[in-house]
Each structure stands twice: as structure tokens, then as C-alpha cells.
């Protein structure tokens, strides 16, 4: 049995285990942090040998992180954010100013949030005044100026050079397993609001003969859709993040959705140090991991 003073966590193997839960497998994680395979299996199995216990399974058909990995995971989160929040803290300038930040309802419950929380202790003369809204408004506010940055969900084709992209997703057509969906009449469409970007997409490839869509719902988060969806209301547009084993993804009839892209935009004219301090430690962290959790 291995003696518990001779054990010890390497801050780059955590930082690959936490890669491999972000980016679901090795090959990926090895993929994302620019990494050989070797490279990052070794990191997971020299921390194996030094604590004496497995953390991936390994076994074909299972889950990628043994009950032992699953608990240090989440101790990893914890000692990677003290250890982050440490050496930006050593290096800190006596930063002040105020950012008028703009999030989604799903970075709210991200690794952002995380790292404003970060920010906001390190730097406590700056003030971090944060709104909470869709896509669409929080580009609108921007174009405003009523933001200096905001965290939004767009389109693959939409990203500007000046982004700082922080996520990847698909989004697919879904309905429940239970529903049947009658042959050439109108489908039941079950949409955000207004100011949802999926929403006017589906219109517009209506209007164009792409879809009959009749929309017979409509709510502005996505836990609704997804109550919706599950009740077998009619069929929705989601992300891959919101998919659940009992939604079935609908891959012929319709067209196909374009990809998603979550990105850090910036104002036009909005440039200040506070500002630059944020979004260089959100490019860090996307530089750690290759790239960043969001809400699921």
C-alpha cells in the first residue's frame, strides 16, 4: 500500500484529467491541449502509480473514469482554481475600472462564471456589472455600446476574427422517442422566443419551403423546451448540451441546422486595461484545457 505522505497530484496530470472529462475521451483531450495521445496517457498513469489506484476504466463499452477518478475530478476543479487564482494573484497590478459584461443564461452555470469569480477576488477594485440575457440582445447591446463584452451563442459562419472562440457544439431537430409526426402535414414546432436566433433561422428555411412549421410553443429557456419536448409536444431545435437519452435527433426531412460557436465579443470601442485583463484569462484557460465547460 502505497504511503499517503509519498502521494502526490501533479497539476499537469489533473489539468489532463480535467481535459478528458471537458472533451470526452483521450484522443480528444490529447487533441484540444495540442498533446500526442502518449503524451497525455502517460500524465494519467504516472498520478495512477503515484496514488495507487485507477482513474480511467479502461474496459471496453464502459464509462471513462473509474469511481476513483469520478471523486478526484471533482476535487480537481477545486485545487486547479486555487492554484490558478494563486499565481494570477502573485502577478496582479493594482487593476481598477468597470466592465459592463453580457452573458447567456447557459454560461451563467459554466467554467466562466468560475473564472469571474476568479477575477473579481483577485481584482477587487474593478466592477464587474453582469447582464443576463439572449443571444440576440446582448449582440444588440454590444452594437449599443451598452456592453464593453459579452459571451454569445452564434453560428459557425458568423465568427468575426476578433472573437475569442470558447466552445463548439452541433444543434440537431429533436422531438420524444413516444412522438409520431403525421407525413405531409405541418409540424409542430416548439420555440424560444422571439429573440432566439434558432427561431428566426427556422422561420426563414420555412419561408423558403425548407419546413411547415407550426409553432404551438413557445418559451424563452431551455428547460421549457426541453419539458416540451419531452412531453412529445412537437419538435424543437437544441444543442447538443440539452439532448437526453429519450429525445430521438430527427435526420431526415429537415434541414440540417449550421453549427454553434459560444465566442467572447467585444464593443466596438470598448478597450480598457480592466477589460483586456478579463479576456486575456479566459483565453488561459481555454489555452489549459483547449476548451471551456459550459451548462448542461
Same mark, same amino acid.
Not at 68 to 79: C, N, P, Q, R, V
Not at 212 to 236: H, N, Y
Given at each position: 500500500?502505497?504511503?499517503?505522505?509519498?502521494? %502526490?497530484?501533479?497539476?499537469?496530470?489533473?489539468?489532463?484529467?480535467?481535459?478528458?472529462?471537458?472533451?470526452?475521451?483521450?484522443?480528444?483531450?490529447?487533441?484540444?491541449?495540442?498533446?500526442?495521445?502518449?503524451?497525455?496517457?502517460?500524465?494519467?498513469? %504516472?498520478?495512477?502509480?503515484?496514488?495507487?489506484?485507477?482513474?480511467?476504466?479502461?474496459?471496453?463499452?464502459?464509462?471513462?473514469?473509474?469511481?476513483?477518478?469520478?471523486?478526484?475530478?471533482?476535487?480537481?476543479?477545486?485545487?486547479?482554481?486555487?492554484?490558478?487564482?494563486?499565481?494570477?494573484?502573485?502577478?496582479?497590478?493594482?487593476?481598477?475600472? %468597470?466592465?459592463?459584461?453580457?452573458?447567456?443564461?447557459?454560461?451563467?452555470?459554466?467554467?466562466?462564471?468560475?473564472?469571474?469569480? %476568479?477575477?473579481?477576488?483577485?481584482?477587487?477594485?474593478?466592477?464587474?456589472?453582469?447582464?443576463?440575457?439572449?443571444?440576440?440582445?446582448?449582440?444588440?447591446?454590444?452594437?449599443?455600446?451598452?456592453?464593453?463584452?459579452?459571451?454569445?451563442?452564434?453560428?459557425?459562419?458568423?465568427?468575426?476574427?476578433?472573437?475569442?472562440?470558447?466552445?463548439?457544439?452541433?444543434?440537431?431537430?429533436?422531438?420524444?422517442?413516444?412522438?409520431?409526426?403525421?407525413?405531409?402535414?405541418?409540424?409542430?414546432?416548439?420555440?424560444?422566443?422571439?429573440?432566439?436566433?434558432?427561431?428566426?433561422?427556422?422561420?426563414?428555411?420555412?419561408?423558403?419551403?425548407?419546413?411547415?412549421?407550426?409553432?404551438?410553443?413557445?418559451?424563452?429557456?431551455?428547460?421549457?423546451?426541453?419539458?416540451?419536448?419531452?412531453?412529445?409536444?412537437?419538435?424543437?431545435?437544441?444543442?447538443?448540451?440539452?439532448?437526453?437519452?429519450?429525445?430521438?435527433?430527427?435526420?431526415?426531412?429537415?434541414?440540417?441546422?449550421?453549427?454553434?460557436?459560444?465566442?467572447?465579443?467585444?464593443?466596438?470601442?470598448?478597450?480598457?486595461?480592466?477589460?483586456?485583463?478579463?479576456?486575456?484569462?479566459?483565453?488561459?484557460?481555454?489555452?489549459?484545457?483547449?476548451?471551456?465547460?459550459?451548462?448542461?
Amino acid at each position: 500500500m502505497i504511503e499517503t505522505n509519498s502521494r %502526490r497530484l501533479d497539476i499537469d496530470a489533473l489539468r489532463a484529467l480535467r481535459a478528458i472529462k471537458i472533451h470526452g475521451g483521450v484522443t480528444r483531450a490529447a487533441d484540444a491541449l495540442g498533446l500526442s495521445q502518449s503524451a497525455v496517457s502517460h500524465k494519467i498513469k %504516472r498520478m495512477e502509480t503515484s496514488l495507487g489506484c485507477e482513474l480511467l476504466d479502461r474496459r471496453p463499452g464502459r464509462g471513462t473514469f473509474t469511481r476513483d477518478g469520478e471523486t478526484l475530478l471533482a476535487y480537481a476543479g477545486k485545487i486547479l482554481g486555487l492554484h490558478d487564482e494563486a499565481l494570477v494573484s502573485l502577478a496582479k497590478s493594482d487593476l481598477a475600472g %468597470r466592465i459592463l459584461l453580457g452573458f447567456t443564461e447557459d454560461t451563467t452555470c459554466s467554467d466562466l462564471s468560475r473564472i469571474l469569480g %476568479r477575477f473579481r477576488r483577485v481584482h477587487p477594485q474593478v466592477a464587474v456589472r453582469t447582464k443576463v440575457r439572449m443571444s440576440l440582445v446582448l449582440r444588440s447591446m454590444l452594437e449599443r455600446g451598452e456592453l464593453d463584452v459579452a459571451i454569445i451563442q452564434i453560428f459557425a459562419h458568423e465568427v468575426r476574427p476578433t472573437d475569442v472562440v470558447l466552445f463548439r457544439e452541433a444543434l440537431h431537430w429533436v422531438k420524444s422517442r413516444e412522438l409520431t409526426l403525421e407525413d405531409g402535414g405541418p409540424l409542430p414546432f416548439l420555440s424560444f422566443d422571439e429573440d432566439c436566433f434558432y427561431r428566426r433561422w427556422a422561420i426563414d428555411i420555412g419561408q423558403d419551403g425548407g419546413a411547415d412549421l407550426d409553432t404551438v410553443f413557445e418559451c424563452s429557456s431551455a428547460a421549457g423546451i426541453i419539458a416540451a419536448v419531452q412531453a412529445g409536444l412537437g419538435v424543437a431545435l437544441l444543442s447538443d448540451r440539452h439532448l437526453r437519452p429519450e429525445m430521438e435527433i430527427i435526420s431526415e426531412g429537415l434541414p440540417a441546422p449550421p453549427p454553434l460557436v459560444y465566442v467572447v465579443r467585444r464593443a466596438k470601442k470598448a478597450r480598457n486595461t480592466a477589460l483586456e485583463s478579463l479576456v486575456t484569462e479566459v483565453q488561459a484557460e481555454i489555452r489549459r484545457y483547449g476548451s471551456l465547460a459550459l451548462a448542461s
